[in-house]
């Protein structure tokens, strides 16, 4: 194999590579999970020293550990100083974490190059807007249903805990149906009102979620018809290189 993509999130390491039908992936496990099994991992994938590791990252620490744990390969890190300047609107892009703009890559290919919005949630969740000229546009940075339910638990630990669904009555009858809504009500209210606000701009931008919590996010997103896609990213770093090449 000669070029496998490698996704470094905030706190899980994905490992893919394209086939003709979408992508298989190889490695999907968060980092406490031993760096170094994945690692060997990755240098077994290869028959070879010539094949490529394309790496999108969000943390330089881990990037790091890869590096040193796997020394001779060839891992090619993509920056955002490589996203030609035309194709970007965005103040601060030496602080802009690649992948968002690499997930609105994806969904712009996917779309058959028409404006998309694009919910990522895991850890942090984003909603990004590129336009039909394929132009990233910003987008809202806020924390994860993860993080939510995490800071719920620790300071406030008397409330029980709460599941990603939506109760079926209103108001909330019970503490654990109050909380249902305020979590996950806020949650997906905040994300549609986003989304409401990307449609101004051009109200024939298509939807798309990925990202960890992206199935159970998904279901609470009533309003809004959105496309679920797992693999986002590697589709916009394989565009990426394809781009660079």
Known sequence: MDALYLDIGNTSLKLAVPEEDGWKVLWHQRFENDIETFSELLKKSFDSGTGVVYTSSVRKDITRKVEEATP????????????????????TIHTLGLDRFLGCLGAYKLSNKCGVVVIDTGSACTVDFMDKDGIYQGGVIMPGMDILKKSIRRYLPELPDVDSTMP???????????????????????????????????????????????REIQLLLTEMECTHHENLQFEGMKVFVENME
Do not use: C, H
């Open 72 to 91: 001779g390969l060839n891992i090619q890190v993509l920056t955002t100083s490589q996203i030609p300047e035309q194709f970007i609107n965005y103040s």
């Open 168 to 214: 079926d009555t209103w108001p909330g009858k019970s503490t654990q149906d109050s909380l249902r809504l305020g979590v996950n009500g806020m949650f997906s209210t905040a994300i549609e009102s986003w989304i409401v606000k990307f449609k101004s701009m051009d109200d024939d931008a298509a939807i798309f979620i990925t990202g960890g919590n992206s």
